[in-house]
Nanobody, 115 residues
């Protein structure tokens, strides 16, 4: 099993930056990919970014050019650097770890972009 602990959410002004972290523990060797989805009130959960065990990233269209996903294998941690934040980025951000037959989810961290 895999456990995920998220941190880094909070309140930021439009145009600002935040960095989210997700630390994984457990059967990390079996994880194929990690990343982030988000869900805003009244909206469908959407892809933010994922990164494979080989380091290949994939981004949702709404965040391309503004967000960067990375990982630190030594710390078993994935990061999401969020720049040029917009009010429409406000959502609960959920970390995920994907195995071949199962996906583990973190409990979510709130990101609010407001002046």
């Amino acid at each position: 099993q895999v456990q995920l602990v998220e941190s880094g959410g909070g309140l930021v002004q439009p145009g600002g930056s935040l960095r989210l972290s997700c630390a994984a523990s457990g059967s990390i060797f079996r994880v194929n990919a990690m990343g982030w989805y988000r869900q805003a009130p009244g909206k469908e959960r959407e892809l933010v970014a994922t990164i494979t065990s080989g380091g290949s990233p994939n981004y949702g269209d709404s965040v391309k050019g503004r967000f960067t996903i990375s990982r630190d294998n030594a710390k078993n941690t994935v990061y999401l650097q969020m720049n040029s934040l917009k009010p429409e980025d406000t959502a609960v951000y959920y970390c995920l770890a994907r195995l071949s037959t199962y996906t583990y989810w973190g409990q979510g961290t709130q990101v609010t972009v407001s002046s």
